[in-house]
């Protein structure tokens, strides 16, 4: 399968009605359909399963994000079939990403960052989207999920209860989505509630197993103009300040992506998050000669926030095991690293090569839930446990400046060592990290 264009940036429209949808049993629903949710999708449809994949708002869209792509991401992209064919593009035709620029208390050091790239996730979400839809799966847009209905210990399938507007009138409408298997792709704000045997769990609450981490940052993004600064393509800035870091690269189309992660106590003494970013960036940047943009640039830019970034959450929930978690509503670690879109789509991939039986049965192409439920767990611990710890491990190292600037520094001595250690800390070995 070739790459859609990435080029477009028309709507994706929907390929069912809400009410057709409502007609039709579905083998998985997957619900979110960021890298995670269409990567699953995708692959699932394309094994042969009657899959939905719907999402609360419309394709392309913007997402806080820092748009890099790591080796395992495009390690994942080329496995779901979305390459060109020529290894010497990247898929969906995002940049490539030569160093990164670690800036830290006025100092900064170049460090090279091959084989990963950058793409805007107005190109990259819509052009999954599209990947799945020609895989042979249906899509809704614009579909809001209030609640999952599992039923009891004993059911047959699972569903989901939905609103949905449709385009040629203002009011709502609700309908009843029955599937075999639910897929939660619905990302750090995974507020859908879940009904078991008459005991509602309405996420995050503690008694559903999920965990948001002490001393959790926050996630803050804003793109500005490509006249903001004369940031070359392929370079990665990194601001690294006390109150947390951010992240600067330039996209396809010129713009610049902004993404920070930043303390909630700078966020509750200044109300403006634009301000508390300009405070890193300044703070890092100092007097150096690198190319960001002003304070006043920042300051003006309009920030979207995230919820708390470091989370788990159970990969499976309900008595049956018929509904599983993926990309970050099952888990995210604060990843200064940039892996973040790696993890989502290698996420995805585990979650359908879970479901999906080796030997299906004619017209039942799933493992039954106890076994796809057992092979999702470990997988995913085989996956992400050793991961997820490196990031925690650097993501106390920047929480201390001695540490930031002796490294910073360290890389301007000896930037032969730096470039042995960076595979280390990012995690890009000759796979990416794939397992």
């Not at 995002?94 to 670690?102: E, I, N, Q, R, T």
């Not at 992506?257 to 301000?275: I, K, Q």
Request: a positive charge; charged letters at 20%.
């Amino acid at each position: 399968m070739t790459s859609p264009d990435p080029r477009t940036n028309a709507p994706v429209v929907a390929t069912i009605t809400a009410a057709g949808a409502a007609r039709t049993r579905w083998q998985v629903l997957v619900i979110g359909a960021g890298p995670a949710g269409a990567a699953a999708a995708l692959r699932l449809a394309a094994a042969g399963a009657r899959v939905l994949l719907i999402d609360r708002g419309g394709m392309p869209r913007w997402k806080v994000c820092g748009c890099c792509l790591s080796v395992a991401a495009v390690d994942e992209l080329r496995l779901l079939g979305c390459g060109t064919g020529d290894d010497s593009r990247l898929p969906f035709d995002a940049l490539p990403l030569d160093s990164v620029s670690v800036a830290h208390g006025g100092r900064s050091a170049v460090l090279p960052l091959p084989g990963g790239g950058v793409v805007s996730r107005d190109i990259l979400d819509a052009g999954l989207v599209r990947a799945a839809i020609a895989a042979g799966c249906h899509w809704l847009p614009q579909a809001h999920v209030a609640s999952i209905d599992e039923g009891e210990a004993g059911a047959q399938e699972v569903a989901a209860t939905l609103s949905v507007r449709t385009p040629a009138s203002a009011a709502m409408t609700s309908h009843r989505i029955a599937a075999d298997r639910i897929v939660l792709a619905t990302g750090l704000a995974d507020h859908v509630r879940i009904a078991v045997s008459d005991r509602t769990i309405v996420a995050p609450a503690s008694e559903d197993g999920r965990h948001v981490a002490a001393e959790n940052r926050i996630g803050l993004g804003a793109t500005l103009p490509a006249d903001a600064a004369e940031l070359p393509f392929g370079q990665l800035v990194m601001a690294v300040g006390r109150e947390g870091y951010c992240g600067i690269v330039r996209l396809e189309d010129g713009r610049l992506d902004v993404a920070a992660a930043v303390s909630r106590e700078s966020l509750g003494r200044n109300a403006d998050p634009a301000r508390v970013v300009a405070a890193i960036v300044a703070e890092a940047v100092g007097r150096s000669s690198l190319p960001m943009p002003t304070t006043a640039t920042l300051t003006a830019a309009a920030f979207r926030a995230t919820p708390p970034l470091t989370r788990s959450a159970p990969l499976v929930s309900g008595a049956t095991g018929r509904i599983l978690r993926c990309g970050d509503a099952a888990g995210y670690v604060e990843p200064f690293t940039g892996e973040g879109i790696g993890w989502a789509l290698a996420s995805g991939r585990l979650v359908a090569e879970a479901l999906r039986d080796d030997e299906p049965a004619a017209g039942a192409p799933l493992r039954s839930p106890a076994a796809a439920a057992a092979r999702y767990r470990e997988s995913h611990r085989r996956r992400f446990a050793a991961v997820h710890a490196r990031c925690r491990r650097v993501a106390l190292a920047l929480r201390r400046p001695g540490v930031v600037m002796a490294a910073v520094q360290a890389a301007r001595v000896a930037p032969w060592a730096a470039r042995r250690l960076m595979p280390a800390v990012i995690g890009a070995g000759p796979t990416g990290g794939r397992r």
